[in-house]
DNA sequence: TCAAACCGCTTGCATTTCGCAACTGGAGAG
DNA sequence: CTCTCCAGTTGCGAAATGCAAGCGGTTTGA
């Protein structure tokens, strides 16, 4: 399965990991989204994922130690993916390729808010996010949050009040 | 050729310019390479793309706007490409992209070098080097390297050091 | 108790993209 | 005049993509 790779260079490593017009989606999903199960993952993507697409990335993302997936204890036929920590460092890169994107394509409004709080709140706001991932997915005790909501509270708050009033 | 969005998700759009395993890596040789021309391209590349599929990205990313391309005027065969503005903002993406492989990922020393340079020299850094690429490829005048050496001289200085003593 | 909805996928199949190798017409150099 | 270089193009088999339907099992709600 660890195929030959074609450089050792960390971009090309990292399109081996997620060059495809999928991958990213999914763990962005599960980063600011919050999604843990299959179909959440697949009612829930904006873009329409197929199932059979979502299947072969959710195990070649498991394979590559993106995520793990372990069955649901309440209820046997769920399963669950939880982020690792080398999914839960792509936070700067996802809000960097946000902010690139943000500004250069035509973004919507509502869909790009998040971005610009990413954006704004710089590295702080970013590790606390990442410690909140990691108390989620990993089990990593965190801190309380300082203003009593979770970073992705705060962003999905803002998301929630874009789309109502560009509605 | 504009067609259909997915959605207008900033990551998701930007997927949509580089969500493939070439597009990226053109441009990566072109920042970082400083490679102009077609078989510069092709002969340059690490990852050894094909002449049909460079040929295609190459077209895709001048319709979107990532490069430009204009005859040599000094070999009339010859084609040069230039990064735009989008494309020279791309350089904090890199670098981010980068340091998450770099950490990740089993890159190799040599080729990784230029990551973990540009990493530690931050947002200053990548700045004095977008600032170089505008000179280079849109004419934008800027003030000489503080140093003597343009950004670009010592990453590659700085990889080509690291090669002969691993090698 | 039993049907309906939901669970994570899998399968079949048509379309698109990828990628190798060979090749093209034209220009530059000696 | 010929050899090399230039930016691609063409043909074609292999692989990936994507739509729709289906699968065996589980949970839910009446």
Redesign the pocket.
């Known amino acids: 399965m660890a195929g030959e790779h074609r450089s050792g260079c960390p971009i090309n490593l990292s399109l081996e990991v997620f060059g ?3 991958s990213l989606l999914i763990l962005r999903d599960m980063i600011f989204g919050g999604r843990r ?4 993952l ?1 009612n829930g993507s904006q873009e ?1 994922i ?4 979502l ?2 990335r ?2 070649t993302l498991v394979e590559l130690g993106m995520l793990t ?1 372990r069955p649901d204890p309440a ?5 669950i993916y939880s982020l690792t920590e080398p999914s839960i460092a792509l936070v700067p890169v996802l809000a960097a390729l946000g902010a690139w994107g943000r500004r250069w394509l035509p973004v919507t409004e509502e869909l790009s808010v998040r971005a610009r709080l990413l954006e704004e709140g710089g590295p702080d706001l970013w590790a606390r996010f990442m410690a909140e991932l990691r108390e989620e997915h990993l089990g990593v005790p965190t801190t309380p949050p300082p203003d009593g909501r979770t970073v992705r509270d705060r962003l999905q708050a803002a998301y929630l009040a874009t789309k109502s009033t560009s509605a």
């Open positions: 495809d017009k999928w199960h299959f179909r959440e697949l329409g197929a199932s059979n697409i299947a072969n959710l195990k997936r209820h046997k036929q769920k399963a």
